[in-house]
RNA sequence: GGCGCGGUGGCAGAGUGGUUAUGCAGCGGACUGCAACUCCGUUAACGCCGGUUCGAUUCCGACCCGCGCCUCCA
C-alpha cells in the first residue's frame, strides 16, 4: 500500500488511483524567463523519482508538467532583453530541457504549454462569468469572486477574512473584492495579445494551469504538485476556477515539495539568492546534485551548501566504488532488499530511508568481493543498480563517473603514463619514485587505488 | 497578526512508547612497501518545562527558538 502526504488532508493517505493502475498527475513547471535554479531542480528530481516509483511499480504514470510562457515577467525581461517574447522563451525551454537531460530527469508524457492552450483558457473564463463565479470589469480585466466559491482557502487552510485582514494583496479599483484574481488581462497598447470576447489580452497566471491540467487529464485526477510557495494563492485558486467551472472534485492529492535555502533562507529570485543548475553543474557533476536532493525527504526542506555538496560527493562515491569493477548479474531476482526499499517508498516516497538500503546493499557486495564471493557479488550490484535506477541514480558507468572530473590538468592518457611508470617502479622496489608519482597525480587531483587486479584512478 | 512546518550525536538525515537507523567526519585495528579503497570494532543525540505511562526522543500541554506562506517566486 501506497502512502502519500496530502496538503488538503494534511495527512499521510493511502493512495488510491481513480482508475486502476493508472495515475494521472500534473505538475506546476517553470514560467521560462530565466534559467531554471536549484529550486526548481528540486521540484523536477522529487517529482521524476514520484514517477519513476510509481511506474516501477507497475502503474501507467501520464504525467503532465506545463511550460508558462506568457505572463508579466517574460514580457518585462524580453523587452529589457530587446528581443520578442517568443525568442526568449524558446531559448530559455531549450536551456531548461538541456538542464533537466544532465540531471536524469524523464520527460513528462505531455508538455503543454499556455499559449496553446488559449482556447481552452477562454472557454473556461466563459462558463465561470455563465456560472456567475467571474466578472469583467470595466478596465478589461475579467475577474474570478472568490466569496463566490465557497470551498476558498480548503487547501491553504486561509479564511478570506483573514486575508482580507492582511489586505496586502493588490487592491485595484476594478476588483470587486480585494481577493479577486485576474482570469484575463486587458492588453496594454502595443503589448502581446489575443483576441477574446472582453477585448484582446493575455491570460492570468492561475488559470492556464487549470485549462491545461482539465484539458490534458479530465475535470478529476489524481496527483497534482508543485513547489511550496505555490500552494497560495496559485493551487488555491486553480482549485477555486477548476471546481466552479466543472463542478467536480479537482484534484484527489495535493503534494507539496519542500524549500530549498542557503544560509537558512529560502532560495529565490525575489531575495536574489539563488544558484541556476547550470552554475551549480560548472562545480558538480549532475548526479552529486541529484544525489544531494534525493538525500532529504522532499517534504523537507534542503539547505544548499558546498559543504553538503561535498558531503554527497563523498557519499555517493562509495557507492559507485563498490559497482567498480563489477559486471551486475543479468537478472536477479527481487529479495529482501528490493521489499525495504519497497516499504520505504511505499511511505510517502521516503528517499532517505531508501538510500540506506542501497548502503545496506553497498556493504552486502565489498564483503561478498573481499571473501571472492563474485556470483554474489554480481547478484547484489544488480540489486543495486535496479534500485538506484527508481532514485535515477548509479546508472552511469563506475569508471565513467570517477574519471569524469573538471579537472583537466591531466588527460586520461597521461595518467595512464604516470601510473605505468608508478608500477614499473614498485616492481623495481622504488618507492621512493612510486611514491613521488602518486603525489604528483594527487596534487592534480587524481587519486590511485590499488587492487588485486591492477590500479585504478578517480578525479577527487 | 492569521495559517502551516520544524528543532535528533561534530555535520547531514530517517525513525520509534521499552531493544545503539544510515551516511560523512573522528578514533582503534586489519589489509597495504606506505597510502588510498575495503573490512572489523568504536565514540556520540533526541530544544526547554510539566503531564500521561511501569517506561517518552517518540503521546498530550505550555514555553523558547528557527523557517515558510499570507505579494511575483518551484
Keep these: 500500500m501506497i502512502r502519500i502526504y496530502n496538503t488538503l488532508s494534511q495527512r499521510k493517505e493511502e493512495f488510491k488511483p481513480l482508475e486502476a493502475g493508472k495515475v494521472r498527475m500534473y505538475v506546476c513547471g517553470m514560467t521560462v524567463y530565466d534559467f531554471c535554479h536549484l529550486g526548481h531542480a528540486r521540484v523536477l528530481i522529487a517529482f521524476d523519482v514520484v514517477t519513476r516509483y510509481l511506474r516501477h511499480r507497475g502503474f501507467d504514470v501520464h504525467y503532465v508538467r506545463n511550460i508558462t510562457d506568457i505572463d508579466d515577467k517574460i514580457l518585462r525581461r524580453a523587452e529589457e532583453n530587446g528581443e520578442t517574447f517568443t525568442a526568449l522563451t524558446e531559448r530559455m525551454i531549450e536551456a531548461m530541457h538541456e538542464d533537466e537531460a544532465k540531471l536524469g530527469i524523464l520527460s513528462p508524457t505531455e508538455e503543454p504549454r499556455a499559449t496553446s492552450f488559449i482556447d481552452e483558457i477562454l472557454a473556461m473564463i466563459r462558463v465561470l462569468i455563465q456560472k456567475d463565479y467571474a466578472y469583467a470589469a470595466d478596465n478589461g480585466d475579467v475577474y474570478f469572486s472568490v466569496n463566490a466559491f465557497k ?242 541514480l548509479l546508472q552511469q558507468d563506475p569508471e565513467a563517473f570517477f574519471q569524469a572530473g573538471s579537472s583537466e590538468s591531466l588527460s586520461a592518457d597521461e595518467i595512464e603514463r604516470l601510473i605505468e611508470a608508478r608500477k614499473q617502479a614498485r616492481k623495481d622496489r622504488n618507492f621512493a619514485e612510486a611514491d613521488r608519482v602518486r603525489d604528483e597525480l594527487a596534487s592534480k587531483g587524481v587519486i590511485l587505488d590499488d587492487s588485486r587486479e591492477g590500479t585504478s584512478w578517480r578525479r577527487g
Design 151 to 392: 470551498g476558498y482557502g480548503k487547501l491553504s487552510k486561509k479564511k478570506l477574512e483573514d486575508l482580507l485582514a492582511g489586505a496586502r494583496v493588490d487592491i485595484a479599483e476594478a476588483k470587486r473584492s480585494p481577493a479577486d484574481f485576474a482570469l484575463w488581462k486587458a492588453a496594454k497598447a502595443g503589448e502581446v495579445s489575443w483576441p477574446s470576447p472582453w477585448g484582446d489580452g493575455r491570460p492570468g497566471w492561475h488559470i492556464e494551469c487549470s485549462a491545461m491540467a482539465t484539458g490534458c487529464l479530465g475535470n478529476t485526477f489524481d496527483i497534482h504538485g508543485g513547489g511550496p510557495d505555490l500552494l497560495f494563492p496559485h493551487h488555491e485558486n486553480e482549485i477555486a476556477q477548476s471546481e466552479a467551472a466543472t463542478g467536480e472534485t479537482f484534484v484527489k492529492v495535493w503534494m507539496h515539495a519542500g524549500a530549498v535555502r542557503v544560509n537558512k533562507e529560502k532560495m529565490s529570485k525575489s531575495l536574489g539568492n539563488f544558484f541556476t543548475i547550470r552554475e551549480i553543474l560548472e562545480k558538480y557533476p549532475p548526479e552529486i546534485v541529484r544525489y544531494f536532493l534525493v538525500s532529504s525527504h522532499y517534504r523537507s526542506q534542503v539547505d544548499y551548501s558546498e559543504e553538503n555538496l561535498e558531503e554527497a560527493s563523498r557519499t555517493l562515491t562509495r557507492l559507485y566504488q563498490a559497482l567498480r569493477g563489477l559486471v551486475p548479474s543479468k537478472d536477479a531476482p527481487e529479495g529482501e532488499s528490493d521489499a525495504l526499499f519497497h516499504a520505504a517508498m511505499d511511505d510517502d516516497f521516503n528517499t532517505p530511508e531508501a538510500i540506506t538500503v542501497l548502503h545496506a546493499v553497498v556493504s552486502d557486495i565489498n564483503l561478498h568481493r573481499r571473501e571472492r564471493r563474485d556470483e554474489e557479488a554480481r547478484a547484489s550490484a544488480a540489486v543495486l543498480v535496479r534500485l538506484g535506477k527508481i532514485l535515477g
